[in-house]
């Protein structure tokens, strides 16, 4: 999340002054029609509008964790309503005791701002680690609907991107306020040793107390970073940390320059008409950190890659310059940073959301990685997130216009942009298809744009949930890629009535059979999914089937479901919902299963069952080759389900 | 362990004196921005000309309206945006003076264009010089708000200065050709 909106067109104002192309509105009824439309303001008690999901539990955020004069973060008093009813009593005496007198003579409070935020999640085993610009959370979910606080850490300095592996829990810090010791009291030196700007590591062996065992100190910090386990390397694991804060000074880590205010105001633009920039600056690449398994505290940078670079001329700023597309395009960041990356080991690849371009990189040298493709979107101002299907032949990157703390679903934002933009990987390209936005309008009081989310593991589709801020959770299907389609949401009304205070979903990811969303100010979430005519319950029960060990989203790992009855019959659903099998197919598949799931209770005839199984996967097989679009996968899969199921028999 | 208490005190990385000056004399400096782009459209034609003063116009808007909602909810002093236009009042890095302010007034057609584009560049690394004042002061930019922001700054009128220099080269071109 960045503070401020900046260079991007605030279109209501842009189009008449332009006279660009006029976007498609949605349409006002199905405006009228969403629930989430019109919802009551609150803190603790805002309208909520749920469909095909719903609330598990919610744990307000811990002490430590929160202004508890100000637990939304709500600056008081407001200037403009000394003696709001909503002020404490304390304030309310100290307003009375100077009538007459502007608000600001009565020592506001500045609310907390940023400062409490929550941000990020990873899980492993049955725990969960909640980022906070302040430090980080622990909390139990073996049993998810009474998960419970394990231990917090105060260890502030913004963004508090978590990931886990094992024993270590690596952390990113950015702000100029941080301590390499973790202190509460910032850095008052400008160049100072106290300060630490980078990915921390803890060893969380035990959970009620984590203890930092190294902090590698980047030129940048760190606003978010990424895990990535080598598949071909036992001894270490890897981290690309992404920095997008003022470059520091080289006084307080060597070998940091680069940044602009080294830059020489008064160069004359003719000798250097590109503003090329220093050879060595901290800009225009990522960090890469290595972590030795057995030696964490020796992790350190072990490559600074220019993976912007232009392959012909060698300039390091090769992409994107920054500006727009033309009339009525949106302005794109200049790409000199990545905002967040996603790597994919198993495939070799990682995708890479860099202000003014996405990317995809080869890493299976994950200290080298090879910049093999690069794509620019005319509605995107800055590239935020990606996140790959699981066969990989499909990414989704966010934009995040206004940086996360502006209004950006509002009726009259256009829904092409600060939305996802969805491309099929075709021959190693990236090649776009669609968008998909929030289809519902937000208020002005809402921060509201794409942000964190993660695959469902749905058998057999590509669905992903995601967090929009105020805008709530939304999860939808994009296994056609140019027609994504939302399939269930969750919302709250705006935090405050009148003003925009900072809220709503930072992240929103699926984890062995729940969703957790990570709420900026009402703390932790925990969400079910119910059946719909969009899901069913058996795709639901296959999806929680699909366990993961350890879940950092930003490392994507292969999902593979174990062949089980509930798995044919999440397939059974799919194809019974396009009318993609004979009905009579469907009976025969349900009795056969019938018989399979009884001889796991009781004794029976092993060989016969196994013998119809293989039996109707042959037949499945034989409608596969006369099935289209997705039926044909659909169908494959069931017929890979029975013979699987049939193996286990025998 | 800590307390609670000891948890949530933030008091020791509050806003300074010299955030509070960093933010007052930003306001002033984005409104001779805005003065400046005004003239754009009675002085120009070109389509370029008017999405680039469109462009700093709404960025420079937006930031305004943040930095007056942070000096007010911290219940500091929101100086008025025609401030820098009274008698003593100082400059920050950067802004026209009032002579330079009228030369680009009363200029037209390319003249016009070349100037503009060399005050905005001059402007912008003005913006530039305070980020880079405000860090190297002890104790400011401590506040995550504060510390985004300025960052956020140096990145933005870097990426419009870079787009305003190539204009103004490919402006020199296209006169000396």
């Known amino acids: 999340m960045k503070i401020i909106p900046t260079t991007v067109l605030c279109l209501s104002v842009a189009m008449p002054l332009l006279g660009a192309p006029s976007f498609q509105q949605r349409p006002v009824a199905a405006v009228q029609a969403d629930p989430r439309v019109g919802l009551a303001p609150g803190f603790r008690d805002a309208g909520v509008a749920a469909r095909n999901m719903e609330l598990v539990i919610n744990l307000p955020k811990p002490e430590g964790f929160y202004d508890p004069e100000a637990p939304a973060g709500r600056p008081r008093p407001p200037r403009d309503s000394p003696a709001t009813p909503a002020a404490e009593p304390g304030e309310q005496a100290q307003a009375a005791a100077a009538p007459g007198e502007p608000a600001a003579a009565a020592s506001p409070r500045p609310g907390s701002g940023l400062s409490f935020t929550n941000s990020d999640l990873a899980f492993s085993g049955e725990h969960l680690f909640m980022g906070n610009y302040h430090g980080f959370n622990i909390y139990s979910i073996e049993d998810a609907g009474r998960a419970e606080l394990l231990a917090s850490v105060v260890c502030p300095g913004g963004q508090g991107d978590l990931s886990v592996h094992g024993n270590l829990l690596f952390m990113s810090v950015q702000d100029t306020r941080a301590r390499l010791d973790c202190g509460t009291q910032g850095v008052e030196e400008p160049v100072s040793a106290e300060r630490f700007r980078g990915v921390r590591i803890f060893d969380i062996s035990d959970l009620r107390n984590p203890l930092q065992v190294a902090a590698v100190q980047t030129c940048r910090g760190s606003h978010t970073h990424t895990l990535v386990v080598d598949p071909d390397d036992n001894d270490n694991v890897y981290v690309y940390g992404s920095g997008t804060g003022a470059i520091r000074s080289g006084d307080e880590l060597a070998g940091c320059s680069g940044g602009d205010s080294e830059d020489d105001p008064d160069s004359d633009s003719e000798d250097d008409p590109e503003g090329a920039p220093d050879p060595d600056t901290a800009l225009f690449s990522i960090d890469v950190i290595q972590v030795p398994l057995d030696a964490p505290e020796e992790a350190r940078i072990v490559n600074r890659p220019r993976i912007f670079a232009d392959p012909e001329t060698g300039a390091i700023s090769g992409l994107w310059q920054g500006g727009d597309h033309g009339r009525g395009t949106q302005s794109s960041r200049e790409t000199r940073q990545c905002h967040d990356i996603t790597a994919y080991p198993e495939l070799g690849l990682a995708a890479g959301a860099c202000s003014g371009n996405g990317i995809l990189l080869d890493i299976s040298d994950p200290v080298e990685p090879v910049r093999l493709d690069y794509v620019v979107d005319e509605s995107f101002a800055f590239w935020h997130s990606a996140t790959f299907s699981n066969d990989g032949t499909k990414i989704i990157f966010t934009d995040e216009w206004g940086g996360g703390s502006r209004p950006r679903c509002r009726a009259t934002d256009p829904p092409t942009w600060g939305a996802n933009a969805i491309f099929d990987i075709v021959g190693g390209k990236m090649r776009f298809r669609g968008y998909y936005k929030l289809p519902a309008p937000q208020t002005e009081q809402e921060n509201c744009v794409a942000h964190n989310g993660s695959l469902i593991p749905v058998p057999g589709r590509d669905i992903m949930v995601q967090g929009w801020y105020q805008g709530g959770i939304s999860v939808f299907d994009f296994t056609d890629s140019a027609n994504p389609v939302e399939i269930a949401f969750f919302d709250r009304g705006p935090v405050d009535a009148a003003d925009l205070i900072s809220g709503g979903y930072w992240s929103a990811y699926w984890y062995n059979g729940y969703i957790y969303g990570a709420e900026i100010a009402r703390g932790l979430d925990v969400f079910r999914l119910t059946p719909s005519e969009h899901l069913s319950q058996n795709e639901i029960d296959a999806a929680s089937l699909a366990l993961a060990e350890e879940t950092n989203v930003q490392h994507q790992q292969r999902i593979i479901w174990p062949p089980s009855s509930v798995l044919a019959r999440a397939y059974l659903d799919q194809l019974n919902r396009s009318n993609g099998i004979e009905a009579q197919r469907v009976g025969a598949v349900n009795e056969a299963l019938g018989r399979a799931d009884q001889l796991r209770s009781a004794a029976g005839d092993d060989a016969a069952v196994v013998a119809e199984l293989e039996a109707l996967a042959v037949e499945l097989e034989g409608d596969a080759e006369e099935a289209i679009y997705h039926d044909v996968r659909h169908l494959q899969s069931l017929a890979d389900t029975l013979r699987g199921i049939a193996t286990m028999l025998r | ?177």
């Open chain 2, 1 to 177: 362990m800590i307390s609670a208490d000891t948890a949530v005190d933030l008091s020791r990385v509050q806003h300074t004196a010299a955030d509070v000056r960093f933010m007052q004399g930003m306001i002033g400096h984005h409104a001779q921005a805005l003065e400046m782009t005004a003239l754009v459209p009675t002085r120009n034609k070109r389509e370029d000309m008017r999405m680039l003063a469109l462009r700093i116009e709404l960025s420079q808007q937006d930031e305004i309206k943040m930095m007056e909602r942070w000096l007010e909810v911290r219940g500091e002093e929101v100086p008025n945006v025609q401030h820098h236009h009274e008698p003593g009042a100082t400059l920050m890095p950067g802004m026209l003076t009032a002579e330079e302010m009228s030369r680009l007034r009363d200029a037209t057609r390319t003249t016009f264009d070349r100037l503009f584009l060399e005050f905005m560049v001059q402007h912008h690394e003005g913006a530039l010089i305070m980020v880079d004042e405000l860090l190297s002061t002890a104790g400011a930019g401590q506040e995550s708000n504060i510390s985004a922001f300025a960052a956020d700054v140096v990145a933005d009128q870097r990426a419009e200065m870079d787009r305003m220099g190539a204009m103004l080269n490919a402006m020199l071109e296209e006169q000396q050709r």
